[in-house]
């Protein structure tokens, strides 16, 4: 069995890839719970260690506000360079490193509808940031491993954190509440389903594509109102909507919906799974494990 290293294995996407990797015959394993992801050589004990084909690397402090931003840039930027060095220090032949980064580094552009790879970065918080300057530093390895970059959009599924808006707002359903406070409410993102996207990190491993960057979306584009309304309609009942002030963003991205036409033309797949459909998982779920 081929031997695929998934680093943030036991994080919200890495056990959805996991299970996709398993369905399809892999052998998967992650870096262990001492391994220090900012520490270059425990990452190359751990490398040398698991000796892997593949690398899928979804290791990443990826909470927009998250408190520390200097960890920000030393889990995003140098987490992923000491898994470069490493690898390349050992030797070991990887066939391909598929590599997380973020829709988020495309900021606020002026048309956020059908947002392709060419368009320019502009990125608004500390975590696109970090995840653009990894790009950037990715990049100057093309020339010496098989790398491609993700650049995800917004997802969710069964499993995700609590703190994300949709599993915070299926979570008031699910709980019966009549109140729901939300910051900006007037955001529309587009969204897919994460095992659709557990199945493009595989797919792109195993294609032939190397030194590309690409975009994972579904193309459809979800406001926050239609979202709740979705998930009145699974519940059966109406929810009230309050602005609360601590929850505003000042910086918050309005828009951001995504162009797979390069996606496809790569793995002939992209996401699609209706994004109601996701919800009711999300709330069927949640409500059987109370």
Not at 194 to 199: F, I
């Amino acid at each position: 069995m081929k031997t695929v290293l998934v680093t943030g294995l036991s994080g919200f996407t890495g056990k959805h890839v996991e299970t996709e990797l398993k369905d399809s015959g892999y052998n998967v394993v992650g870096l262990s719970s001492e391994c220090d992801i900012t520490d270059k050589q425990s990452v190359k004990l751990e490398i040398e260690r698991l000796s892997p084909e593949y690398v899928i690397h979804l290791a990443a402090l990826s909470f927009v506000q998250h408190s520390d931003q200097k960890a920000l840039y030393d889990v995003n930027v140098f987490g992923t360079l000491n898994i470069l060095e490493a690898i390349n220090e050992l030797v070991i032949p990887i066939k391909k490193l598929v590599i997380a980064s973020s829709a988020n580094i495309y900021g606020n552009p002026e048309n956020a509808i059908n947002i392709g790879e060419q368009q320019s970065p502009s990125p608004v918080n500390h975590y696109a940031m970090s995840k653009l300057a990894m790009e950037y530093m990715v990049r100057t390895w093309f020339d010496r491993l098989p790398i491609v970059i993700t650049r995800p959009f917004n997802y969710t599924g069964i499993g995700q954190a609590e703190h994300f808006i949709v599993p915070k707002i299926v979570k008031h359903f699910r709980d019966g509440k009549k109140i729901i406070q939300l910051g900006n409410t007037d955001v529309s993102r587009d969204f897919s389903d994460v095992t659709d996207v557990a199945k493009v990190y595989v797919k792109l491993m195993e294609s032939g594509a190397v030194s590309e960057t690409v975009n994972i979306c579904s193309g459809s584009l979800y406001s926050l109102e239609s979202i709740i309304k979705a998930m009145e309609d699974i519940a059966g009942y109406s929810i009230s909507v309050e602005v609360n002030p601590e929850f505003v963003r000042t910086n918050e991205i309005k828009a951001l919906n995504g162009d797979n036409t390069k996606l496809q033309s790569l793995i002939g797949f992209t996401p699609s799974k209706p994004l109601k459909e996701t919800l009711k998982e999300i709330f069927l779920n949640n409500e059987s494990s109370n």
